[in-house]
């Protein structure tokens, strides 16, 4: 008889308690994640703002590595679904730039704060489940 634990699908709660945890901490990160996804897109690369400009940059980044982090503790292999490793990806990416002198002036650091306001269009359950559609068609 085979006594190693049910394998469980990925993206899924860990426990009731991890779904309960999760629902109160999406509901309570929807806004800090859009704030975190949109501020930045205000401040252009090339704007002269310092200080303050580094700060929301930092801040915006420590919001989706905090989103990234609850997830990844919470639900079953959450690094192995498309958004955990979109998540993974967007944090990844933006870690560096601000932190290198000149990176905020690249163009690419736009595509992926765009990515970011993407990360959290698709966080809707509406958006979520049209992507695993298309994901199974595919």
């Known amino acids: 008889m085979d006594h190693r634990p049910a394998e469980r699908a990925a993206g899924r709660p860990r426990s009731p308690e991890d779904a309960r945890v999760l629902a109160r901490f999406d509901a309570a990160m929807a806004f800090p ?3 975190a996804a949109l501020l930045p897109l205000i ?14 940059h930092i801040v915006a980044w420590i919001v989706f590595v905090v989103d990234f982090v609850v997830h990844q503790r919470r639900l079953d292999h959450y690094v192995t679904t498309w958004l955990g490793r ?8 933006t870690a560096p730039w601000f932190l ?10 736009i595509l992926i704060r765009l990515a970011r306001v993407a990360r959290v269009l698709m966080a809707g359950t509406g958006a979520r489940r049209l992507a695993e559609r298309l994901g199974r068609v595919i």
């Open 33 to 35: 994640l859009v704030l």
């Open 100 to 109: 290198l002198p000149g990176g905020s002036e690249s163009r690419f650091v």
């Open 86 to 93: 979109f998540d993974l990806l967007v944090v990844v990416l």
């Open 43 to 56: 401040l252009l690369p090339g704007d002269d703002a310092g200080v303050l400009a580094g700060a929301v």
